[in-house]
């Protein structure tokens, strides 16, 4: 993939799967053994995990919205800095 194409991948994985909550697209875009360095106590590995985490984060924050700030990208490595905003 180029960078461009990775940047937009983690632009929609932020927008459609958090902010939206749409956790099909998890299933298009995230590799099953997906591993999270950072999960969160009790967060399962793999994308189903992802999945819990969402539905779990969606639930404590409902109107929960991550923003895109920055990317950079060289390679195959990009890196995303967001800022988190949210109700509980």
Same mark, same amino acid.
């Given at each position: 993939?180029?960078?461009?194409?990775?940047?937009?991948?983690?632009?929609?994985?932020?927008?459609?799967?958090?902010?939206?909550?749409?956790?099909?697209? !998890?299933?298009?875009?995230?590799?099953?053994?997906? %591993?999270?360095?950072?999960? =969160?106590? $009790? @967060?399962?590995?793999?994308?189903?995990?992802?999945?819990?985490?969402?539905?779990?984060?969606? !639930?404590?924050?409902?109107?929960?919205?991550?923003? %895109?700030?920055?990317?950079? =990208?060289? $390679? @195959?490595?990009?890196?995303?800095?967001?800022?988190?905003?949210?109700?509980?």
């Amino acid at each position: 993939m180029s960078t461009a194409a990775n940047k937009a991948m983690l632009r929609r994985f932020f927008e459609e799967i958090f902010n939206q909550g749409h956790l099909s697209v !998890a299933d298009e875009i995230v590799a099953t053994d997906y %591993v999270n360095h950072t999960p =969160a106590p $009790g @967060e399962q590995p793999g994308r189903e995990g992802l999945k819990g985490f969402v539905t779990y984060l969606r !639930a404590a924050f409902p109107d929960i919205h991550f923003t %895109v700030e920055d990317q950079v =990208a060289e $390679g @195959e490595t990009t890196v995303t800095r967001l800022t988190l905003a949210g109700t509980q």
